[in-house]
């Protein structure tokens, strides 16, 4: 078993077209990276048996009977794999375009990507759409992986053709490859070990690229932000509970709540049966304050120095999930962390096909499935926001109608009240 370093664990989404290989990289990597119980390959040749279907490393990620009769992946799933330098969990997000909305929640959790795509098949309609939503969701670290290679017999020309043309489509969306790898993850060709079949081929394997990766710039060091998720009662204190999205609450710290602009002092942390003095970003907690104030899920409690943006206008990118289109002026409510207000879409300013990136209709009426709209928000309540690339957590949301998520988004500029 691999030694471990000291670095923390990064989150990475494996997308591409369907049937392209994404669920057998992910078997492979987690084969090679001696990351399976011993037990359950052959669980899985049995399965596959019983079944008259071959044994694949796919049906690793593909554990619900439901997909392998589809051959499908119909939902996220995380798996879980280390290096010499670092823990890695995958993120494996749907390929077919009725599991888009899926794709995106699993790469919304991710620092970086594998944008796979098959040699034989080349970049289809789904590539092209998924890279789009690594660009949407501010993923910059992107490695890209030419699957099959075994399939067009291991052709140099093939490579380079396919890495000249996806790169060229990335570059449009701000996006630049970290590496280009040819790969076969069927036979392992490029993974773990450099593969004999193309030794024209003298850059790193898909472990050393995801060992060359950054994390991102750890989130303590940026200033306090805590939404608040619930209130309890306990021994005649009010507890507020949630997760410490960034930065570190300290006891006796003077804050700000927002969007209510009261100013306080942290009393107390709360643990389970327990106190601290300090809580940093990652950890979910409860904190006391100070004074007796009358606080509502979705505030947000933040550094008195430096705090959010309070906000009844924003300006996004979202992407529209549902077959039945939104309409200009359509009520929806807005999830942005703990907080949900009622909103409507006050402009579609550009209808763009997410495939092409091709502007459809400017100042448009209407926004149809898997097109990406440009839009103002305008919102009822004000509501804490912050640039995506500075805090996540602030920075994206997604949009329900009756009570279904119908379109995800991030926000390019909040309109200051």
Not at 42 to 66: C, N, T, V
Not at 171 to 183: F, G, R, T, V
Not at 214 to 243: A, H, M, N, W
Not at 267 to 275: A, C, K, L, M, P
Request: proline share 4%; hydrophobic share 40%.
């Amino acid at each position: 078993m691999r030694s471990i370093g000291v670095e923390a664990t990064l989150p990475i989404a494996i997308v591409g077209h369907i049937d392209h290989g994404k669920s057998t990289l992910i078997g492979r990597l987690l084969y090679d990276a001696d990351s399976l119980p011993s037990c359950l390959m052959e669980e899985i040749k049995q399965g596959m048996k019983e079944s008259g279907k071959p044994a694949e490393f796919a049906y690793i990620m593909d554990h619900l009977e439901e997909e392998r009769m589809e051959k499908m992946t119909i939902d996220t799933a995380q798996s879980f794999f280390k290096t010499d330098k670092r823990h890695y969990a995958i993120i494996d997000t749907p390929g077919h375009v009725e599991f888009i909305k899926n794709m995106i929640t699993g790469t919304s959790q991710a620092e970086a990507a594998i944008l796979i795509v098959s040699a034989l098949e080349g970049m289809e309609e789904q590539t092209k759409r998924h890279a789009y939503i690594l660009g949407m969701l501010g993923l910059k670290q992107v490695i890209l992986a030419i699957n099959k290679m075994d399939l067009v017999n291991y052709s140099h020309d093939r490579f380079e053709e396919l890495k000249c043309k996806v790169s060229s489509f990335l570059h449009s969306l701000e996006i630049k490859p970290n590496h280009a790898i040819p790969i076969s993850a069927r036979v392992g060709d490029n993974i773990a070990k450099a593969g004999g079949n193309m030794r024209w081929y003298n850059g790193p394997t898909i472990f050393e690229a995801l060992d060359k990766l950054k994390t991102k710039e750890d989130s303590v060091l940026k200033p306090l932000r805590f939404p608040i998720q619930d209130t309890y009662i306990l021994d005649q204190k009010k507890i507020l509970v949630g997760r410490v999205v960034s930065g570190k609450a300290q006891r006796g710290n003077e804050v700000l709540i927002l969007p209510s602009k009261a100013k306080t002092r942290i009393e107390s942390i709360e643990v389970y049966q327990d106190t601290k003095d300090v809580a940093e970003a990652g950890e979910s907690i409860g904190i006391v304050l100070k004074d007796e104030l009358t606080l509502k899920r979705g505030e947000v409690i933040c550094d008195l120095q430096h705090p959010s943006e309070i906000e009844t206008k924003i300006n996004a990118n979202i992407f529209w999930m549902l077959p039945k289109p939104l309409q200009a002026e359509s009520q929806l409510t807005i999830r942005c962390a703990t907080a949900e207000e009622c909103c409507h879409i006050e402009r579609i300013e550009e209808r763009i096909d997410s495939s092409t990136l091709e502007i459809i209709e400017n100042d448009s009426n209407i926004l149809r499935e898997t097109e990406v709209g440009k839009v103002t928000i305008s919102i009822d309540s004000p509501m804490v926001f912050e640039d995506f690339n500075e805090t996540e957590e602030l920075g994206r949301f997604v949009l329900t109608r009756s009570g279904e998520i119908c379109a995800g988004g991030i926000i390019n500029s909040p309109i200051s009240l």
